[in-house]
């Protein structure tokens, strides 16, 4: 026979089991659910970012450039394309408005053409994309050159050369659009520099110098600018399979024209081109974008830089080897 006192105690611990699963469930219903509005809000966020922005790509002629053109199209942005060749911006043109001529959010993109490496033609060109949308909501820097040689057969000329492709191209292309941001208090700016604005490669001196410099640049702008508003993404991407090898100048000035290994096998440049998408919707401030090999090298030029040297002194060596050989 159960006594009425075990029972009282019996229906009580129901009760009381009955009470802390209800709450349980409903506090971990309510978080998740918290949770789920939070990721839907942020989801809507970074989407609307970008719908409507006027955004301007640089050497959107070609490789990551072209592919950068393709998601920020779809994603709805409002382009301006720029490059060097009108007929490539063109048929990019054609490409993106045939392909998504059935979503009513996307747009047909405008195009400028110029040269990096020619001062005057920047400003006129800063002008033009501005009276395209009236205003500029994000510009990537993303046109650029690479190089091969040894420094004591390069030319200072081709030094200077990539430094005004990459470096001071961008800079004067971003300095003459940013008075426009800053007096709308909105903006960003993109500049893609690479692994190798992180870490010197021997052979690539005037590449990685630029790519330093372009690092450097845009860190301080990020800094100096904040206050009005403005954000700065520094995207530093490992090998892509792109035609950059095959562009890169040489020491004399000409064309290498080859198509390196390390490029080959490198990332897709679409799988690229929507990292940088998503982490210009985050606002990210600085992105590596490569394998585990080059991302430690990073810290290892910081962390061990006598390791890092010798690495890299071995690798000249062997380079040159093979190359003579
Ligand atoms: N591919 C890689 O492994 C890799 C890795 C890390 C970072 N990156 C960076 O990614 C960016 C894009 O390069 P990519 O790989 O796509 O190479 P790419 O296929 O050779 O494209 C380079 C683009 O830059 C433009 N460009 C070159 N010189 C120019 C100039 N003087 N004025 C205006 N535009 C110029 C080219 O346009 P036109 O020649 O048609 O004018 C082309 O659209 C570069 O900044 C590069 O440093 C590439």
Redesign the pocket.
């Known amino acids: 026979m159960v006594s009425s006192a075990t029972r009282k105690s019996l229906l009580k611990g129901r009760v009381m089991d009955l009470i802390t699963s209800t709450t349980v469930l409903s506090l971990l219903f309510g978080s998740l659910g918290t949770f789920g509005l939070f990721w839907l809000l942020q989801w809507m966020r970074t989407k609307a970012y970008l719908r409507n922005a006027v955004v301007v790509i640089?050497?959107?002629?070609?490789?990551?450039?072209r592919e950068c053109a393709k998601v920020f199209h779809a994603a709805g942005a409002k382009l301006v394309l720029c490059?060097?060749?009108v007929e490539?911006l063109e048929e990019l043109t054609r490409e993106l408005t045939a392909s998504h001529a059935s979503q009513r959010h996307t747009h047909k993109p405008y195009t400028v053409t110029?040269?990096?490496?020619d001062p005057k033609a920047i400003t006129a060109a800063a002008t033009q994309i501005l009276q395209c949308f009236g205003y500029v909501d994000i510009l990537v820097n993303?046109?650029?050159?690479?190089y091969r040689g040894t420094i004591l057969d390069t030319t200072v000329d081709v030094d200077k050369r990539v430094m005004e492709?990459?470096y001071f191209?961008p800079i004067a292309l971003t300095k003459a659009l940013l008075p426009s941001m800053i007096k709308r208090r909105q903006g960003h700016v993109v500049a893609?520099?690479?692994?190798q604005g992180r870490i010197s490669i021997p052979y690539r001196s005037a590449y990685a110098a630029s790519?330093h410099a372009t690092q450097a640049f845009f860190d301080c702008l990020r800094a100096e600018i904040e206050q009005d508003g403005i954000k700065v993404t520094v995207i530093s991407?490992?090998?892509?399979r792109?035609?950059?090898s095959v562009?890169a100048v040489t020491a004399d000035g000409s064309r290498y024209g080859a198509m390196d290994k390390n490029?080959a096998q490198?990332r897709s440049?679409a799988e690229v081109a929507q990292n940088i998408l998503a982490a210009v919707k985050k606002k990210r401030k600085d992105v590596i974008l490569a394998d585990l090999v080059p991302s430690l090298a990073i810290y290892l030029r910081t962390l061990a830089p006598g390791v890092f040297f010798s690495i890299m002194a071995s690798r000249a060596k062997k380079e040159q080897k093979s190359k003579t050989s």
């Open positions: 640089t050497g959107a002629t070609s490789g990551l450039g490059g060097r060749n490539a110029f040269d990096l490496a993303n046109a650029g050159i690479s492709i990459n191209g893609i520099s690479s692994i790519k991407p490992g090998y892509i792109t035609n950059l562009n490029t490198g440049p």
